[in-house]
């Protein structure tokens, strides 16, 4: 099965993508990581006003198969935390760029958004 990859989006290494509008960027996991996960049962996620580095544990995800830590793929402030995906983690497997996002970030280095991957590297990556 061949994996979504929004052209609108940047993507970390580490299977997370981001989307900036005003100097915030939302952060999920892609479509190929929740797919790698398979049903996802439980997501920690870190406390709003949390200052975090790029490439820094920020979320854990759990599914049937394993625990995943979640990378942050920008430094900045944790602005909001999507309390949805808390009470109903399956929105990670069932709409990971819509209602699966996992936490909003005001970008304190913008320039970082130029280390992340663009859609055609990420499908290179993960061979779509």
Not at 20 to 33: E, L, R
Request: aromatic residues 6%; proline residues 5%.
């Amino acid at each position: 099965m061949s994996s979504q990859v929004p052209s609108d989006l940047r993507y970390a290494k580490s299977h997370e993508w981001v989307r900036v509008a005003n100097g915030i960027a939302t952060v999920g996991i892609t479509d190929h990581a929740q797919h790698e996960l398979t049903d996802v049962v439980f997501v920690e996620l870190p406390a709003v006003g949390r200052v975090v580095k790029a490439s820094e544990a920020c979320a854990v995800v759990e599914s049937v198969k394993t625990a995943s830590d979640i990378y942050a793929p920008v430094s900045g402030e944790i602005l909001a935390v999507n309390k949805a995906v808390s009470d109903n983690p399956a929105l990670v497997n069932t709409a990971p760029f819509a209602d699966g996002w996992f936490v909003q970030v005001k970008l304190s280095n913008p320039g970082e958004l130029d280390q992340l991957l663009t859609p055609e590297a990420y499908r290179a990556q993960i061979g779509a």
